[in-house]
C-alpha cells in the first residue's frame, strides 16, 4: 500500500509573536495598548472560509487564517501575531496540551 502524495502540503512559517500590555491611563483613564515582541515561532497557517467564519460566529467581511502553533505557546485573545509581511490581531485562542490553534485576523 503506498502513499499518495498530498497536492498541496502546508509548510510552517515563522510567525512573531506579539503579547498586549496596558500602558498606564492617561487624563482621559485611557489605556494605550503597546506590544511587546515575543519569539519567533514556527506555525502552520490556513485560511479560513467564508463558511467556518460564519459558523465560527465571526463576519465576513475581514481576512482571516487559523494558526497552529506547537505546544508551549500560549496566546490570548487581543495579542497579535506578525506574519506574511503584516501584523494580526488574535480573534479566538484555544490552548490544548500538544498544541494552540488561533484564528487570527488582519490589521488594517
Do not use: C, H, K
Not at 50 to 58: D, S
Not at 87 to 104: E, F, G, K, P
Request: glycine residues 8%; without cysteine; hydrophobic residues 45%.
Amino acid at each position: 500500500m503506498t502513499r499518495r502524495p498530498r497536492l498541496n502540503p502546508v509548510q510552517p512559517e515563522a510567525v512573531l509573536l506579539l503579547a498586549a500590555s496596558l500602558g498606564a491611563p492617561d487624563a482621559l483613564g485611557e489605556r494605550q495598548t503597546t506590544y511587546q515582541e515575543g519569539p519567533t515561532v514556527l506555525a502552520t497557517v490556513t485560511p479560513i472560509s467564508a463558511e467556518q467564519a460564519v459558523r465560527a460566529g465571526l463576519t465576513q467581511g475581514v481576512t482571516r487564517l487559523r494558526v497552529r502553533l506547537a505546544a508551549g505557546q500560549f496566546i490570548a485573545p487581543g495579542d497579535r501575531l506578525r506574519l506574511r509581511g503584516g501584523d494580526w490581531n488574535v480573534v479566538t485562542a484555544d490552548v490544548r496540551v500538544s498544541y494552540t490553534v488561533a484564528i487570527v485576523e488582519e490589521v488594517p
